[in-house]
């Protein structure tokens, strides 16, 4: 298991856009692949975009052509920038990681239990 941390959440206007991190300090995260999920209050956690060690992703159709997944290795960071945020975006956003799903993660067939790993997550609130 490792550590992640999840950062870069805020409050933004519909339309506008943030972008998260997803960070394991001091170790790489090249051997992973890396997922992002997001639970608004009263939802099911729901997986939004994946990105696995060769650089193939994946992602949710609510997210498509809004969201975009990279990972930049020599930082050992994996980005999600979102854009054309819409209120119905809001949520806890987290990055869970795991080296064993990498076909999952770039078909886009994952559930949460795929990944052994969790960061704590940032919370992204989009006002109409």
């Known amino acids: 298991e490792v550590q992640l941390q999840a950062s870069g959440g805020g409050l933004v206007q519909a339309g506008g856009s943030l972008r998260l991190s997803c960070a394991r300090s001091?170790?790489?995260?090249?051997?992973?692949?890396i997922g992002w999920f997001r639970q608004a209050p009263g939802k099911e956690r729901e997986g939004v975009s994946c990105?696995?060690?060769?650089?193939?992703?994946s992602y949710a159709d609510f997210v498509k052509g809004r969201f975009s997944v990279s990972r930049e290795n020599p930082k050992n960071t994996v980005y999600l920038q979102m854009n054309s945020l819409k209120p119905e975006d809001t949520a806890v956003y987290y990055c869970?990681?795991?080296?064993?799903?990498?076909?999952?993660?770039?078909?886009?067939?994952?559930?949460?239990?795929?990944?052994?790993?969790w960061g704590q997550g940032t919370q992204v609130t989009v006002s109409s």
């Open positions: 869970a990681a795991d080296p064993f799903i990498q076909n999952l993660c770039s078909s886009g067939t994952y559930i949460a239990t795929d990944f052994g790993s």
């Open positions: 001091g170790f790489t995260l090249d051997a992973y692949a």
């Open positions: 990105i696995s060690t060769d650089g193939s992703t």
